[in-house]
């Protein structure tokens, strides 16, 4: 069996990426459409030898009865066309954060909870980058500890926040005045938060706490985030400290880490941005018993994030969808909706 496939946003980075992560895991495609804004039909992009021309998002795209649309093209698109796509019976898959809290729309990191994406209705939803490793990292500890409370820290890369988040690390780093820019203050040699709201969190802090408990199906789990970006292009890393119900048995956790699909442990050394850019893992080092209190731990946890944090996460999706048989929805969007 193969797919009729649209790519949405195919021209972005995490767009680009996903065609990329398509190839490499040999997803079975018959046939491949992308699609981006007016600015950029016509644009060629080459793809298994193959040079495919991206062609402008309209309604009628919607109804072309394509088996699977990636959406990666920001929330305002999502929220607009992921609902007609389903609605004509193609299973969409979001990268935005449009539809992360719908409760009809399952949010899915396979690792942790792949189940949940077999009950879809059409659209799953792709959490944030840094949720994603986050949620990878811990679900061993909550599957052996039963996890009380989660303190994180994020060491974000610039490419999270698109290509204006490039572009202003680009131009500062060559010695220009942006032209665009995610930040009020200069990102190159320096750390900055992402805009803070008038309660004192980052909306990226808040997407973590929200979505963690979501994904690990525990609404009652306390997570405090802070959420911080640094000058590098790619990857994310995290600080974590956890408390857990049970007290920490370590060599258990190891084990754990050690055969875990899609993890790759770091005893010795550690891993860092540039070990984990261009991997698909979850790259997890320094874990260390918390000398004060024999129910927490801390660890540092890395990951690709437009890979693991996004491109690739989607297209593990598709996969659990396959090779459960379950990409057309046990009932519609739109009867939802009705
Ligand atoms: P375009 O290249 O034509 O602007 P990134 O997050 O890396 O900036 O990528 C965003 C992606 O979303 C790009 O492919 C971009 O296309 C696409 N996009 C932005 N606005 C729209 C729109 N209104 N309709 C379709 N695609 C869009």
């Not at 000058?231 to 994310?236: L, W």
């Amino acid at each position: 069996m193969s797919f009729r496939v649209a790519i949405v946003g195919a021209t972005g980075l995490v767009g680009r990426t996903m065609l990329d992560v398509l190839a490499e895991r040999q997803f079975p495609i018959a046939e491949l459409r992308l699609f981006a804004s007016e600015r950029s039909a016509g644009t060629i992009i080459e793809w298994k030898n193959l040079q495919l021309r991206v062609e402008p998002l309209t309604m009628d795209v919607a109804r072309s009865g394509f088996d699977i649309a990636l959406f990666s093209a920001g929330s305002a698109v999502s929220r607009e066309y992921a609902p007609l796509f389903a609605n004509y019976g193609t299973t969409v898959v979001d990268n935005s954060s449009a539809w992360r809290t719908d409760p009809n729309v399952p949010l899915v990191v396979p690792e942790v909870n792949a189940h949940r994406a077999l009950e879809h209705h059409g659209i799953i939803a792709n959490p944030n980058c840094s949720t994603i490793q986050l949620a990878v990292a811990l679900a061993p500890i909550e599957r052996l500890f039963n996890i009380v409370r989660v303190v994180v820290a994020t060491y974000q890369s610039v490419s999270g926040a698109g290509a204006r988040g490039l572009a202003q690390l680009d131009a500062e780093l060559a010695g220009t005045e942006p032209t665009v820019r995610i930040s009020s203050h200069p990102i190159a040699h320096n750390t900055v938060f992402h805009p803070i709201a008038d309660d004192g969190w980052s909306e990226e802090e808040r997407k973590m706490m929200r979505e963690l408990r979501r994904i690990m199906d525990r609404p009652d789990m306390a997570v405090i985030a802070t959420c911080v970006r640094l000058p590098i292009y790619r990857s994310h890393a995290e600080a974590v400290w956890v408390e857990c119900q049970h007290q920490i048995e370590l060599p258990a956790l190891i084990e754990l880490y050690r055969t875990a699909a899609g993890i790759e442990y770091v005893p010795e050394n550690y891993p860092t941005p540039l070990t984990a850019s261009g991997t698909n893992a979850v790259w997890i080092g320094r874990l260390r018993p918390d000398p004060s209190n024999p129910h927490a731990l801390a660890l540092w946890v890395v990951a690709d994030n437009v890979r693991k944090g996004a491109a690739t996460n989607a297209v593990q999706i598709l996969e659990v969808l396959v090779q459960n048989g379950r990409l057309s929805p046990a009932h519609s969007f739109a009867e939802l909706r009705s």
